[in-house]
């Protein structure tokens, strides 16, 4: 080989070697990938943040948007139709079927989900799937108890009520002393929808290829009647939930418990911080003394890839990882984001740990509990946001004086059918 030849050998040796080098200080530095991931969830920006440290080739970015139905949903629906979705999303349980009715979710299941369902706790995988195909990584629930102040109940001598009626009864020795066991939300008709589901009901569902609405059923006439006569007779309070008046009347002792979801224990935690130490949990209360134990859930939330995404495959493998890794799921249970829906998280010590708010209580055993009981064939519609807003209107219509709950079930059955006929789907009313 002649001298030149030589030099030049070298030269291209040298010029691909940097090259090599360049292109690998691209690689660590510029990520492949770029995704855009939209939710509401406090501290789900260090579940975010750790994966970005973890997975240099896939770089998520998150957005802060209003709770679903505060301004969420309607963000996500008008990026739909100006063409520019987020990647990924943050959405209820209940809100799965309307986005998918609006085509704006991604089919996972060509991506391969279906290795992952064993991961997940079956029910909560179902909410996600529809005509056996798959559009939703399950994250959270809300299985439902009793929070109820300790301090109080043991001061007058009052048990932890094991069914509604002595509920009622409890409710009546507080008012004696100038306090409330609860309020009432008339507005809030998720909850008013999770105590039908305790009491058996199912308003929603599908067969023979049309929607089934069944709401002024006995189980819903049922917990109608039974809030109405706590509201008429003045034990339960009516003013909204998780608002300030109620934080304060939590607080202050004024309200005594709450039968609500194991997301709330960080709601109590953080807005009634001098209450810590004087909290228990208990059993949701029972229709029935000597029957099959039956809780009810509130509220959770899935992650989604939404329609139109670039980068399917990669924000599916963000949201499965975002939703089983054991460092990931630690963080969000700590944030208070629910009840996991990955099997493998129902060991951690994250949840079994005893908690000085609730008087060193294990206090989710009593969740893990509730859980198991909850009647997984609920199903939720794609007109669940408008449903809600016509019990909202009928319930509170009645706290004022309008009607009765029980009264106005018809009413709601009618609107909701209706509902779903403006959007061209088939309903079959019960």
Wanted: charge should be negative.
């Amino acid at each position: 080989m002649t001298l030149l030849a030589r030099n030049t050998a070298s030269c291209l040796i040298a010029a691909v070697a940097l090259l090599f080098t360049v292109a690998a200080c691209g690689s660590t530095n510029a990520p492949k990938v770029n995704l855009t991931f939209w939710s509401w969830v406090p501290g789900i920006d260090k579940a975010v943040d750790l994966w970005n440290q973890e997975n240099p080739d896939v770089h998520v970015e998150l957005s802060n948007v209003p709770a679903g139905g505060s301004g969420g949903y309607a963000k996500m629906r008008a990026s739909l139709t100006a063409g520019d979705p987020p990647d990924l999303a943050q959405v209820e349980y209940q809100e799965i079927p309307s986005l998918l009715v609006d085509q704006g979710l991604e089919d996972l299941t060509s991506l391969g989900i279906e290795s992952d369902k064993s991961k997940f706790v079956d029910w909560q995988w179902q909410q996600g799937v529809f005509n056996d195909r798959v559009y939703a990584v399950p994250q959270a629930s809300g299985p439902m108890a009793m929070f109820y102040r300790q301090d109080l109940f043991k001061k007058w001598n009052i048990e932890p009520p094991r069914t509604w009626a002595d509920f009622e009864a409890a409710a009546k020795v507080f008012r004696k002393h100038h306090t409330y066991i609860a309020t009432f939300p008339a507005a809030n008709s998720a909850y008013f929808g999770a105590l039908s589901w305790q009491a058996g009901a199912r308003w929603f569902g599908t067969q023979g290829g049309k929607w089934t609405v069944d709401v002024d059923n006995p189980a819903t006439r049922k917990v109608a009647k039974y809030w109405n006569n706590l509201v008429k007779k003045d034990l339960v309070k009516t003013e909204p939930d998780m608002a300030n008046g109620w934080f304060k009347d939590i607080q202050d002792g004024q309200i005594t418990s709450w039968v609500g979801p194991q997301w709330g224990d960080a709601l109590l935690r953080g807005n009634a911080p001098a209450t810590s130490g004087k909290w228990k949990v208990a059993p949701m209360p029972q229709w029935s003394e000597d029957g099959k134990f039956v809780s009810s859930n509130w509220g959770g939330s899935s992650t989604v890839v939404m329609h139109g995404s670039d980068h399917a495959k990669e924000a599916l493998r963000f949201a499965i990882w975002l939703n089983t890794d054991a460092d990931s799921v630690n963080m969000l249970i700590k944030s208070g984001y629910g009840w996991p829906a990955v099997k493998s998280a129902r060991d951690s010590a994250a949840l079994n740990r005893k908690d000085p708010f609730f008087g060193n209580q294990r206090y989710n055993k009593v969740f893990a509990a509730a859980d198991a009981a909850v009647d997984t064939r609920w199903q939720w519609s794609p007109t669940t946001a408008e449903a809600y807003e016509h019990f909202n209107n009928a319930l509170q219509g009645a706290v004022d004086g309008t009607g009765t709950f029980a009264g106005s079930l018809p009413q709601v059955q009618d609107q909701i059918v209706k509902d779903l006929e403006d959007k061209g789907l088939p309903v079959d009313a019960r």
